[in-house]
């Protein structure tokens, strides 16, 4: 793997966000990360989902860390992943072919799977933020964000396999650019939701979903060079869809696009702000 990601660095020549280097494409850390965090879910996973839930949770954090220090491009940090994930999937099945059945660690019994469970769940979540837009201040100054990330804790409980209820507690943290300049703080965002989760079992182990959430979001105060903004919050709501792949009968993998309707972030400007999130999860189902 560490071959194929230097080469690529070396030919693709993709610039860093911050301009440091040329070596950009693809993320090197991303990939030895989820690597370390597949071997880890292949050879403990069967223990306890907790092993793959930590191990994938630091392999995502470490990506979205330096993505939100203006380090790497998301694209960086997905092809780094995939790049970690299929080594060592290419790794085991080349393995399994040359020692049978001599591994080391086996699950004590086979695992089967019911397409219509209920499928509730309690994970973390890591993501990354994006407020679209422009905002102009009293003095007619443009601000506006560039990507953050966040991270926080969701779950549901299940009375049948399509209908649920349950809530989420996430952090946020957007950089902020006045008159395309980008300032030292941060804008921070925390909020707590509350609703109803949706489910549709495609097959036994892939899910899709959404949610329909409502609840109380805050903004932290941000003082820019010119003007101090957020240190408000009010009533919020969220929705969104996801795809989940029950990687483990008790753990799940799952992707998705959440779209939240926040106070506005300017007290002037009295149009709701918009965030938009991607990101994935790992949870324990039950």
């Avoid at 769940?121 to 007619?140: A, K, M, T, V, W």
């Avoid at 990687?247 to 992707?255: D, I, M, R």
Wanted: aromatic content about 12%.
């Amino acid at each position: 793997m560490s071959v194929v990601v230097g080469q690529l660095k070396v030919h693709t020549k993709v610039t860093h966000p911050d301009g440091s280097n040329h070596h950009s494409f693809p993320f090197g850390h991303t990939a030895t990360a989820f690597m370390t965090a597949t071997m880890m879910s292949k050879e403990y996973g069967f223990k306890s989902p907790w092993y793959s839930i930590g191990a994938y949770s630091l392999a995502t954090a470490t990506g979205l860390t330096r993505m939100a220090n203006n380090k790497h491009w998301l694209s960086d940090i997905l092809a780094g992943a995939g790049f970690g994930i299929l080594s060592t999937e290419l790794g085991y099945f080349f393995a399994d072919l040359i020692f049978k059945d001599k591994g080391l660690n086996h699950s004590s019994s086979s695992e089967t799977y019911e397409r219509f469970h209920n499928p509730s769940f309690l994970g973390i979540h890591l993501g990354l933020d994006i407020i679209p837009g422009e905002y102009r201040l009293n003095d007619n100054s443009r601000l506006n964000f560039s990507s953050g990330s966040s991270a926080g804790i969701e779950g549901a409980w299940f009375i049948n396999p399509y209908v649920g209820f349950g809530g989420k507690f996430s952090a946020a943290s957007m950089s902020v650019i006045l008159n395309e300049v980008a300032e030292d703080e941060s804008l921070d965002w925390i909020a707590g939701y509350a609703g109803g989760y949706f489910s549709y079992p495609l097959a036994s182990r892939l899910l899709v979903g959404s949610k329909l959430l409502t609840g109380y979001g805050h903004y932290s105060s941000s003082h820019l060079s010119t003007v101090t903004i957020g240190n408000r919050g009010g009533a919020s709501m969220e929705t969104g869809g996801s795809m989940t792949f029950l990687a483990k009968q008790n753990l799940g993998v799952k992707f998705f696009l959440d779209y939240n309707l926040t106070p506005a972030v300017v007290r002037s400007n009295k149009k709701c702000t918009q965030i938009i999130t991607l990101g994935s999860s790992v949870s324990v189902t039950f």
